[in-house]
C-alpha cells in the first residue's frame, strides 16, 4: 500500500521568510516517483517537479528546493524568500511504476505569507 | 497551448439529476484520470483509463461512470447525484508509462454542488 504523510496542516510565515514544508512517502516498491503540485487559490493544480526513486540529488528552481531522501522516505520543499504569491495548498504525491498510474496525494498544506 | 479543459467550471444540482462532466486533452495522451477533492483527504482517484475502450475503478468509484470513446475525451457521468458527491473534481491525463513521462496535468477542476 502507498501512502503519502504531510503532517503540517496549516503554516503562516512572514515574507522574506523561508519556509520548508515536509513530507513522508511510504511504498513496498523500489521504482517510484514523487510530485509536488501547488494549488493556488484560484483552484487550479499546478505541477512543480517529478523526482524519480533513483535519483536524490537535491533541485533547486529558484526560490523553490527540494530535498530528497530515501533513507528517511522523505521529499521536503523548501521556499526561500517567501513571497505573498507563494500563498497555496501545496500537496506532496507519489506514483509507484507498477501501479495503474494513480497518483496517491497528501493531504495537502496550506501556506500562507503575510505581508 | 497544451491543455486539459473540463466543463462545466461550477454546477449546483439536484439529488438524482443525471449530469455528465467533460474532460479533454490536446496532448495526445494516452492516459486519463479522475479524482476528487474533498477537505482533509487530498485528491483522490475515482475512475481511470489507460487508452480508448480501457477504463478501471479508482479508489472511489461508487455512484460514477466513464466512457473512453476517444483518445481527447473522459467524460464522468453521475447517474444519480447524491449530496455526498459534493466535491471538487479534477481531470488529469498523462504519456503512457512506458514513456518514461509519467507526470499527470491536471485540468481546471469542477465544482459539483449536490443539494
Known amino acids: 500500500a502507498q501512502k503519502v504523510t504531510q503532517a503540517q496542516t496549516e503554516i503562516s510565515v512572514v515574507e522574506k521568510e523561508d519556509v520548508t514544508l515536509d513530507c513522508v512517502y511510504e511504498t513496498r516498491d523500489t521504482t517510484y516517483y514523487l510530485f509536488w503540485y501547488k494549488q493556488p487559490p484560484s483552484g487550479e493544480l499546478v505541477f512543480l517537479i517529478r523526482r524519480n526513486s533513483f535519483d536524490e540529488q537535491n533541485e533547486i528552481s529558484g526560490r523553490y528546493s527540494w530535498n530528497f531522501q530515501k533513507s528517511t522516505s522523505s521529499f521536503n520543499f523548501t521556499i526561500t524568500a517567501s513571497q505573498v504569491v507563494d500563498s497555496a495548498v501545496y500537496f506532496c504525491a507519489l506514483l509507484t511504476l507498477f501501479g495503474n498510474e494513480k497518483l496517491t496525494f497528501g493531504t495537502g498544506t496550506r501556506l500562507t505569507i503575510i505581508p | 497551448e497544451a491543455q486539459v479543459t473540463q466543463n462545466p467550471r461550477y454546477l449546483i444540482t439536484v439529488t438524482g439529476k443525471k449530469l455528465t462532466v467533460t474532460c479533454s486533452q490536446n496532448?495526445?495522451?494516452?492516459?486519463m484520470s479522475w479524482y476528487r477533492q474533498d477537505p482533509g483527504l487530498g485528491l483522490r482517484q475515482i475512475y481511470y483509463s489507460m487508452n480508448v475502450e480501457v477504463t478501471d475503478k479508482g479508489d472511489v468509484p461508487e455512484g460514477y461512470k466513464v466512457s473512453r470513446k476517444e483518445k481527447r475525451n473522459f467524460p464522468l457521468i453521475l447517474e444519480s447525484p447524491s449530496p455526498n458527491q459534493t466535491s471538487l473534481y479534477f481531470c488529469a491525463s498523462s504519456r503512457d508509462r512506458g514513456r518514461g513521462t509519467d507526470t499527470q496535468y491536471f485540468g481546471p477542476g469542477t465544482r459539483l454542488t449536490v443539494l
Open positions: 496532448m495526445n495522451h494516452e492516459y
